[in-house]
Antibody, heavy 118, light 110 residues
Framework: QVQLQESGPRLVKPSETLSLTCTVS????????WSWIRQSPGKGLDWIGS???????NYSPSLKSRVTMSVDTSRNQISLGLSSVTAADTAVYYC????????????WGPGMVVTVSS | QSVLTQPPSASGTPGQRVSISCSGS????????IHWYQHFPGTAPLRLIH???QRFSSVPERFSGSKSGTSGSLAISGLQSEDEAHYFC???????????FGGGTKLTVL
């Protein structure tokens, strides 16, 4: 059974970079695409971006200038970086597996609350 | 405001059948399949339905999905107390070139 787990700092200061890691167990990350999705307080789910091991990636236009993603097959991890954060970036951040490009995710992590505050 | 529109809440009594709607547009549901998920807050969302109406393995037959035009729905028959959870829909969006999601529906079993 595939399992995903997000990890990283739960508190980030304004203007700094949010850095999260998703560790995947129960399967190789080489075959699939991987997404980061977030849910701000009181709002719905928003796609941040997706990436695969082959270098294909796509990011939400509203976040593209601030987002970086990478895949580390040696550690079975996917990382997310979001620069110049503000309070509006406070959210629950989820990583998720995408079985095929142009499909929604199938497996998700439990999510991680990240707060942007000084 | 979510791209896909769902009612914020739904309810039913044990044994009843409830339905949750998901409305989108031509760039998402109108041209791509709907997925449905069950979510207990604080845990990982669980996949229920893919390709509009196909249950993922181990999902009870009580759960079913359908789609017509730019809308879809999730139906739960024989409602059980353990079905009390949040449910949300998702679909690929051709304009965004990424997935879009519904705002979620909180199902209460009375």
């Amino acid at each position: 059974q595939v399992q995903l787990q997000e990890s990283g700092p739960r508190l980030v200061k304004p203007s700094e970079t949010l850095s999260l890691t998703c560790t995947v167990s129960g399967g190789s990350i080489s075959v699939y695409y991987w997404s980061w999705i977030r849910q701000s307080p009181g709002k719905g789910l928003d796609w941040i971006g997706s990436i695969n091991n082959g270098g294909k990636s796509n990011y939400s236009p509203s976040l593209k200038s601030r987002v970086t993603m990478s895949v580390d097959t040696s550690r079975n991890q996917i990382s997310l970086g979001l620069s110049s954060v503000t309070a509006a970036d406070t959210a629950v951040y989820y990583c998720a597996r995408v079985p095929k490009w142009e499909l929604p995710p199938d497996y998700w992590g439990p999510g991680m609350v990240v707060t942007v505050s000084s | 405001q979510s791209v896909l529109t769902q009612p914020p809440s739904a309810s039913g009594t044990p044994g009843q059948r409830v339905s949750i709607s998901c409305s989108g547009s031509s760039s998402n549901i109108g041209s791509n399949p709907i997925h449905w998920y069950q979510h207990f807050p604080g845990t990982a969302p669980l996949r229920l339905i893919h390709s509009n109406s196909q249950r993922f393995s181990s999902v009870p037959e009580r759960f079913s999905g359908s789609k017509s035009g730019t809308s879809g729905s999730l139906a739960i028959s024989g409602l059980q107390s353990e079905d009390e959870a949040h449910y949300f829909c998702a679909a690929w969006d051709d304009s965004l070139n990424g997935p879009v999601f519904g705002g979620g529906t909180k199902l209460t079993v009375l």
